[in-house]
Structures are given as structure tokens and as C-alpha cells.
């Protein structure tokens, strides 16, 4: 992006309390301490760049999969994941 980068965006959604709510998956290049920066800055994770295009909805099935399944580990019975 020509005006800043994945994680000027990423800080800026999470600053604001009428988008942090918001999980935010990044596509990267970068290396696996660039990846690091961003889960700790409030992605929910990332997905490695390259990656063939006809692959990506199988990606982000396997994503959410995932994140559901944490979800469930970490989520106290009758609570709700960010509330």
C-alpha cells in the first residue's frame, strides 16, 4: 500500500473502538518476525504469501477452523469471544 503499511492499518483499526472488534487475518511476504509483529499489534493471524489464488478458500476454511476450534478451548462457558 503506497501510503502505509499492513501494520499502520492493522494498529489504526484496533485503535478504534468502532473497528477493533473487527478480526483481522493479513496476507504477507514478509518474514515470520514481520508475521510475529502483526498477531502481537491484534491480527487474529496470517496467511504466507505466495499462495496460489485457486487454494485461498480452502486457506481461509482452514483458518477459520482453526480459530473456532481456540475459540472454544479459551472461551469460558456463557461468555462471548470479545465481549
Do not use: Y
Amino acid at each position: 500500500m503506497p501510503e502505509m503499511d499492513g501494520l499502520a492499518v492493522l494498529k489504526g483499526l484496533k485503535g478504534d473502538a468502532a473497528t477493533r472488534h473487527i478480526p483481522v487475518v493479513a496476507f504477507t511476504s514478509g518474514t515470520s518476525a514481520d508475521a510475529n509483529r502483526l498477531v502481537k499489534a491484534g491480527c487474529i493471524g496470517f496467511i504466507p504469501k505466495p499462495f496460489e489464488p485457486g487454494t485461498l478458500p480452502e486457506l481461509v476454511d482452514d483458518f477459520l477452523r482453526a480459530t473456532v476450534a481456540r475459540d472454544r478451548r479459551v472461551t469460558p462457558r456463557g461468555s462471548h469471544p470479545g465481549a
